[in-house]
């Protein structure tokens, strides 16, 4: 297995990749990507580091955790999946409604 630190290191990069690409994204002209498809593509990454977030979360547990940390660690694993879950179901819908692409 691997050392945490390197695989925190790992997905702190990836994380700073993805905040590049929305960040240049944002930058972009709208007409650079239709428009569900620039929505899709914000959303899918915006779940991708959410679930970067929960990797690292996960990476970072202590071995040992009062009952109180412990509720607490899966409080903020579930409100991070629960994002990335949002996120990527806002990218299928915006590729898959057809009023979607008109606004």
Known sequence: M????S???LIDNARAAIGKVLARMDGEPAVAFDGPEHIAIQCCLT?????LDVSQTLIKRPMRQSPYDQAEHWKTLVEQTKIAGRA???ASLSLTDPESRYN
């Open 2 to 5: 691997t050392h945490p630190l």
């Open 7 to 9: 695989e925190t290191a």
């Open 47 to 51: 779940s991708a580091s959410a679930l």
């Open 88 to 90: 990527a179901y806002r």
